[in-house]
């Protein structure tokens, strides 16, 4: 690992050169809504926010994506799709959104490697911005990331105020380094004391905490307990908290056609929606909301970690903040861990 | 400000009763400036509701999101009533729904509160930003009183209140069995400044506008699930055979989607505004129901969920309906 400074007014330079060699997705700000966007000008750039709305995992897995297109009738056909050949380079993500593409990489490469999501990671380059003032809903230190955790990220960027302490951590992030090579300078043990200031400044800026320690085995005892039911109950059975979850990673895969011509997309689901284990026979073996919400927190605290050796929540609270009925994942866990069994 | 003793008091009656399931009302929330929607079952709970200008949730969309589910040989279905706390806008939406026969009023146990208005999440997290403590908010004249960290803020109600509080005609129930306190006198006027600026825009301007909102939309369906009036067994969006909407995400589906929304919602939306307030993509969901709820008005002078013994707007006909449309 290698640690540079780079003054804050390159920044814009070192942008437009990565542009001349990488699709270059940025945080952008629209009617108050922060999304990450392909950039063309540096102008475009917001990098005044907490996190944005929808997390960063939708540049690499897209809500709809065609996987083939076919032809139908006498002269029927299947055409596969190119996949994107575009190196890209997601700028300012935050250190949770990065740690959910470690999480979900072990979906999408297990027993069958996903096309479409691998070739896209394989070929991005993520440029992290660490967090100086964290969300009233940031938990990350809960669950083993920090504001200012660059593991990772190919590069970490951290605010110094007139410049940014770069950590490089891979050959990925000293492909970047090559292209702005004369921008950045060596960095002093004083920047590195710094680094460590502001990050810690940050840490203790979160103040909500989920307590882990325990809660696989803890979910196996408790699956028939009335918490669930109590907690569903004001569930509205919307998509937010899943659509919004940077490691909700369930897709439905179906068949889109005209009169002759036809693709098979697929796009996001949610396991909010009764339509998701809805069976062709009619029966559906999660058919209350309750059923379903306890799903969404067995499979991120259970059954991932089961699977993965790791808890399928990074923190980034985001589920938190725009539930329309105040369904806090931080809370349910912590009461579930109170649970008496 | 509501009298919380009474309210808990009321309750606690209802709740004790034998023809009583639970009462949905509100409890404090897990953070800052939240309250959520609460059951209370028994009367240990009661202690826990509440009622405060945070209390922003239209509660009547929980008895229409009960689930009837199969039951097992031998169990009887639980037909005990429902208690439900409600608002001014709140009750034109049990109303409607009673007149569309998707709710039978002998089922419900209102409690009506004269609501003075509540508060805009959006403002009030814009003026105190990054509250992690739950904090109370209490009314006092013109003022909400905050207390955030020992330190207590007055801030004038106008610049707090939701919009539609602001011009609010009905902010008693119109239809309760118990109501908690006085009537109020004090009534707004409902104005359609928006939707006749807007009208004047060019038809490019306008579809623009439009386009640039639904491209926003990730099809979450909260605008669906949040609304009292949205109780189809199934909605149209959801049917797979025909498949009216596709599940692609883009624009055209998108725009598809919020148009039959709101379409569906013509002379049944009471403007209670939830499906603004949960939208995640923050697309003014409002215009597009106040712009239908000025047509039915103006056509049909029809103003939903005001009495119980009214038909629905579609249900009905009137010889002096205008009849332009038909050629």
Redesign the interface.
Known sequence: MESLILAKNKLPELIKRIQSKYLLFAPTKTDDITLFKPINDYKEINLEFCNSKLPPKSLLFCQTETLFKFKQGISAEVKSVDLPNSKNVIFGIRPCDSKSFTIVDSVFKDDFVDPYYMKKRENTILIGLACIKPGVNCFCTSMDGGPANSEDLDILLTDLGDKYYVEVESKKGNEIIKIGKNFFSKSSANDKTRKNEISKKAENAITRNMKTKGIVEKLDNIFENPLWKKISMKCLGCGICTYQCPTCHCFDIQDETTLYDGARVRVWDTCMNPEYTSHASGHNPRPARMNRTRNRVYHKFNYYPKNYNIIACVGCGRCINDCPVNIDIIDIINKAREVKT | MVNLNKLREEANKIVNRDDIKYIIGWEK????F??????ATTSDDIDKLIFSPLCI?NLT??PM?E?K??MRKGAEEDTRKIGLVVKGCDSRAIIQIIQEKGLNRDDLVIIGIPCTGVIDPKKINEKFP???KPVNVEEYEKYFIIKINGKTHKILKEELLMNKCKQCEFPNPLVYDVLIGPEIKNKGKNIYKNIESFKKKSLKEKWEYWEKQFD?C?????C???CPMCYCEECMV?QLNPQWV?????VSENTAWNIMRAFHLAGRCIDCG?CE??C???IPLVKLNKKLEKEVIEMFDYTPGLDVEEKPLLAMFKPEDPEEFIL
């Open positions: 929330g897990t953070y800052g939240q309250v959520t929607p609460f059951f949730h969309v929980f999101l689930e589910l199969p990054n509250q992690t926003k990730i099809r979450c369906y909260a669906r699930n949040v959801d596709r599940r692609s995400v883009n939830e307030r949960v995640p993509a923050g």
